[in-house]
């Protein structure tokens, strides 16, 4: 993490990968911007706050009630919660015990935390909670019983992942899952929700992406992994590596790979999931940002010119590696430090220019082209063009600008996020039915 940043913060403890996929990765000590004592009990802050409830059986969005009829159901829990985990005397997380339930607790609040200073520093001033009409605080609830994680208006609730085996993994252990979500609040506060009629499916992709790509500039704050990253790849990022992976589930179960050989034109005919029309644009955006830290590698006399441009076919041609991966190991053991400082800086450019550019954008007839065209002006004003060529070739070998996707070809399914609980809204109240006298007693516990 950029230790001026958040330098004398409160400690916690995260992992960098999620340890039932990767035991070997202990836990990383992180300091977030918040001074020592301005995190109180739960944790909860003025920006956020984190329960686990006792009884919470359904999560929040439209369920059924007991009779059938649809109600809304959004923050606060007013249940009982068992007790909140609190700061030691000095006032940081740090010290709670691993494989409790409160090191599970004060790390989803720490993980949340750590990536809304990190992208707050990109965007220059506090991201505002697109639902700060309603609510001061962002409710983070965690919910062993939903399969799932997700965020919406007032609430990030933290499910857990179903094993082949019967046994459940928790997501409040998985950095990038968490990210992930708060990706999503982050967009939704920059550039909003489609109106009705001007709803393109390229928004909805978009939104995965940005969350992924949130989740993987935040994930190389850890020192850890940019170590590990550089020993593994001896600073040659084309091959494949540990930055390619999103929230694994298992040391080979992924949910999603930033490297990836996706298409537009894939998805001209039509599509039916979102996450995966977004393959395009997140691989776009990742082999952008590998072609930054390549170019930077060159600026600074790292690597030669031709190296680098014998570097960039490696993914399509394999065999290339053996013979451009001597290069970096010289490097590596030369100068490893000028190999980290070029990634860490890399990773700093293409936070601040993806900040910039989703700025820019309008959620109203959305299309890729219009990130690429954002990005590109962006780069333009932040270097003057230094990193044009590396955009438009990314983007025009992903047919971004040259493909146009087709419709949506079945309705929504259970994993979709359009349309879902994250989108919800209160005032999808005064449109639902009302329940019967009966129904609300019976939900009250007053009848049966």
Same mark, same amino acid.
């Given at each position: 993490?950029?230790?001026?940043?958040?330098?004398?913060?409160?400690?916690?403890r995260l992992?960098?990968?999620p340890?039932?996929?990767?035991p070997?990765?202990?836990?990383?000590?992180?300091?977030?911007?918040?001074?020592p004592?301005?995190?109180?009990?739960?944790p909860?802050?003025?920006?956020?706050r984190?329960?686990?409830?006792?009884?919470?059986?359904?999560?929040?969005?439209?369920?059924?009630g007991p009779?059938g009829?649809?109600?809304?159901?959004?923050?606060?829990?007013?249940?009982p919660?068992?007790?909140?985990?609190c700061?030691d005397?000095?006032?940081?997380?740090d010290?709670?015990?691993?494989?409790?339930p409160?090191?599970?607790e004060?790390?989803?609040f720490?993980?949340?935390?750590?990536?809304?200073?990190i992208?707050?520093?990109?965007?220059g001033?506090?991201?505002?909670?697109?639902?700060?009409r309603?609510?001061?605080q962002?409710?983070i609830?965690?919910l062993?019983?939903l399969?799932?994680a997700?965020?919406?208006?007032?609430f990030?609730?933290?499910?857990?992942?179903?094993?082949?085996?019967?046994?459940?993994?928790?997501?409040?252990l998985?950095?990038?899952?968490?990210?992930?979500?708060?990706g999503h609040?982050?967009i939704?506060s920059?550039?909003g929700?489609?109106?009705p009629s001007?709803?393109?499916?390229e928004y909805y992709g978009?939104?995965?992406?940005?969350?992924?790509?949130?989740?993987?500039?935040a994930?190389?704050?850890f020192d850890?992994?940019i170590t590990?990253?550089?020993e593994?790849?001896?600073?040659?990022l084309y091959?494949?590596n540990e930055?390619?992976r999103?929230?694994? %589930?298992?040391p080979?179960?992924?949910i999603?790979? *930033?490297? !990836?050989d996706?298409? &537009?034109?894939?998805? #001209? +005919?039509?599509w039916d999931?979102?996450?995966?029309l977004?393959?395009p644009?997140?691989?776009?955006i990742?082999d952008?940002?590998v072609?930054?830290?390549?170019?930077m590698?060159?600026?600074?006399?790292?690597?030669s010119?031709?190296?680098?441009?014998?570097?960039?076919?490696?993914r399509?041609?394999?065999e290339r590696?053996?013979?451009?991966?001597?290069?970096?190991?010289?490097?590596?053991a030369?100068?490893?430090?000028?190999?980290?400082?070029a990634?860490?800086?890399?990773?700093d450019?293409?936070g601040?220019? %993806?900040?910039?550019?989703?700025?820019?954008?309008? *959620?109203? !007839?959305?299309?890729y &082209?219009e990130?690429a #065209? +954002?990005?590109?002006a962006?780069?333009?004003?932040?270097?003057?063009?230094?990193?044009?060529?590396?955009?438009?070739?990314?983007?025009a070998?992903?047919e971004?600008?040259?493909a146009?996707?087709?419709?949506r070809l079945?309705?929504?399914?259970p994993?979709?996020?359009?349309h879902s609980r994250r989108?919800?809204?209160p005032?999808?109240?005064?449109?639902?039915?009302?329940?019967?006298?009966?129904?609300r007693?019976?939900?009250?516990?007053?009848m049966?």
């Amino acid at each position: 993490m950029d230790r001026q940043c958040c330098a004398g913060g409160v400690r916690f403890r995260l992992f960098p990968k999620p340890p039932y996929a990767h035991p070997e990765w202990p836990p990383e000590t992180i300091s977030v911007s918040n001074p020592p004592g301005s995190i109180g009990p739960g944790p909860s802050d003025d920006r956020m706050r984190l329960i686990n409830p006792v009884d919470k059986r359904r999560p929040y969005g439209v369920n059924p009630g007991p009779l059938g009829t649809p109600y809304l159901h959004l923050p606060p829990f007013e249940g009982p919660v068992y007790s909140p985990v609190c700061p030691d005397e000095e006032g940081h997380f740090d010290r709670v015990p691993e494989g409790t339930p409160q090191f599970e607790e004060a790390h989803v609040f720490g993980t949340v935390r750590f990536v809304l200073d990190i992208w707050e520093r990109y965007f220059g001033h506090t991201i505002p909670w697109h639902f700060a009409r309603d609510y001061r605080q962002l409710e983070i609830v965690i919910l062993p019983a939903l399969h799932n994680a997700y965020a919406g208006y007032g609430f990030m609730e933290i499910g857990s992942h179903p094993q082949e085996d019967g046994g459940f993994v928790p997501y409040a252990l998985n950095f990038d899952v968490m990210a992930h979500e708060l990706g999503h609040l982050i967009i939704y506060s920059t550039i909003g929700v489609p109106s009705p009629s001007a709803q393109r499916g390229e928004y909805y992709g978009f939104q995965e992406s940005a969350a992924d790509t949130t989740a993987l500039i935040a994930a190389l704050h850890f020192d850890t992994l940019i170590t590990h990253l550089l020993e593994e790849t001896h600073g040659n990022l084309y091959v494949f590596n540990e930055l390619d992976r999103f929230a694994e %589930l298992s040391p080979h179960d992924q949910i999603r790979l *930033a490297s !990836n050989d996706t298409k &537009l034109s894939e998805f #001209e +005919a039509g599509w039916d999931d979102e996450h995966t029309l977004s393959q395009p644009l997140t691989g776009a955006i990742f082999d952008v940002a590998v072609d930054i830290y390549q170019e930077m590698l060159v600026e600074r006399g790292l690597i030669s010119r031709d190296v680098a441009e014998a570097t960039r076919p490696v993914r399509e041609e394999p065999e290339r590696a053996t013979v451009i991966q001597p290069f970096f190991d010289a490097v590596f053991a030369s100068n490893y430090e000028g190999l980290r400082a070029a990634a860490t800086d890399a990773r700093d450019y293409v936070g601040y220019a %993806l900040a910039e550019t989703w700025k820019r954008l309008q *959620a109203d !007839n959305f299309s890729y &082209l219009e990130v690429a #065209e +954002a990005l590109i002006a962006t780069d333009d004003m932040m270097s003057g063009g230094r990193y044009r060529r590396a955009m438009v070739e990314s983007f025009a070998w992903r047919e971004i600008g040259s493909a146009t996707v087709g419709p949506r070809l079945r309705p929504p399914g259970p994993q979709s996020h359009t349309h879902s609980r994250r989108t919800i809204t209160p005032d999808l109240k005064e449109m639902l039915p009302r329940m019967t006298y009966r129904e609300r007693a019976i939900a009250a516990g007053l009848m049966k």
